[in-house]
């Protein structure tokens, strides 16, 4: 039976991505180099050089794997990116999901094929279920979802705290009837979701959290249904920027008033919340900070490939405006 690199990381106790550097001569410590040797030796090991030498043939360019190029928030994070890779004298491919699995696997593979140095990536939670760290042979860091226990560097937003805070807006301005609308395909919108509940209950409140597929006018549609409803919530929570649209645009379809009939928050602080009638209150996300901690990650990762995984969560800003105006006190 032929013998391959992943026997070897099996029972070297380590990554196939640290294989390859042991045995490229990459930067590996003393004790990981002979660890993996003694691997070699026990499993007969024979490492196919030429194929070893094109994978180590880098092309200093940087892989952007986004969930949706029409969000503004990707869209800085992607300039953000870009900035450090020029900076750094690397290119950058870009690449948009539409949140779909199956893209997301063939952009993984496109990946492989271009011998990117380095990947950035805001994965579904279907493929997130999925990624292992030792099937990849370049280091990824994860952006605005959480990954599988310690397994890849990642830069988010504190989800669940930017929910609270949004809560806690709203109730400190009357609102008791606080429905919550999120994304579902990522663990963003979980988190975010499980925020929202948990801010509620803590305030003695019942929440009623509900997801739609990652589009604006998914989002339309679901609010819309929801707003048409006799019992319709006060105010309405709304997990990203593309949502806020489709929830702005179904008030305005249904002849409901913003605040005066329902009351809208949201996440991403992009120029049109501040510009519609009234203005939209959001979380306002460090996103240029997201783009330039992921590349610190990803360029700290290419110097120490076996230095422990690290997670950098970020705060962000409640921007209050009109959609929010407190309710008349009676």
Not at 113 to 119: A, I, K, M, P, Y
Not at 150 to 158: A, E, K, P
Not at 213 to 220: D, N, T, V
Not at 236 to 252: C, I
């Amino acid at each position: 039976m032929t013998v391959n690199i992943k026997d070897v990381a099996r029972v070297a106790g380590v990554s196939v991505s640290t294989v390859s550097r042991a045995l490229g001569e990459g930067p590996v410590s003393a004790e990981v180099r002979e660890q993996v040797q003694a691997a070699v030796r026990a499993t007969g090991y024979k490492p196919n050089l030429s194929a070893r030498r094109l994978r180590s043939q880098r092309t200093q360019t940087i892989g952007l794997i986004v969930a949706d190029i029409r969000n503004p928030f990707f869209t800085a994070v992607g300039r953000a990116v870009e900035d450090a890779a020029y900076r750094a004298g690397m290119r950058v491919i870009l690449c948009n999901t539409d949140e779909d699995p199956a893209r997301e696997a063939l952009y993984l593979t496109l990946m492989q094929e271009e011998r990117v140095t380095g990947l950035i990536f805001a994965p579904t939670r279907a493929t997130l279920d999925r990624l292992q760290a030792d099937a990849l042979d370049f280091p990824m860091v994860l952006i605005d979802r959480a990954g599988p226990g310690g397994q890849f560097d990642t830069v988010l937003l504190d989800n669940r705290e930017a929910s609270a805070t949004l809560v806690d807006h709203l109730v400190s301005r009357g609102y008791t009837r606080i429905g919550g609308l999120f994304g579902a395909t990522s663990t963003t919108g979980v988190e975010r979701r499980d925020g929202y509940l948990a801010a509620m209950a803590a305030r003695g409140l019942a929440g009623e959290a509900r997801f739609a597929p990652p589009s604006a006018e998914a989002a339309e549609n679901a609010a819309a249904a929801w707003l048409r409803q006799p019992d319709r919530p006060q105010a309405l929570l709304v997990s990203n920027g593309l949502f806020l649209t489709g929830v702005v645009k179904a008030a305005r379809t249904l002849g409901l008033r913003i605040p005066h009939d329902i009351a809208v928050a949201g996440f991403d602080n992009e120029p049109w919340t501040e510009l519609v009638e009234p203005g939209l209150t959001v979380i306002e996300q460090p996103v240029e900070t997201i783009g330039r901690e992921a590349m610190a990650l990803l360029f700290q990762r290419l110097k120490t490939p076996d230095a422990p995984t690290r997670k950098v969560v970020l705060s962000g800003r409640c921007v209050a405006r009109g959609s929010t105006a407190a309710l008349p006190r009676t």
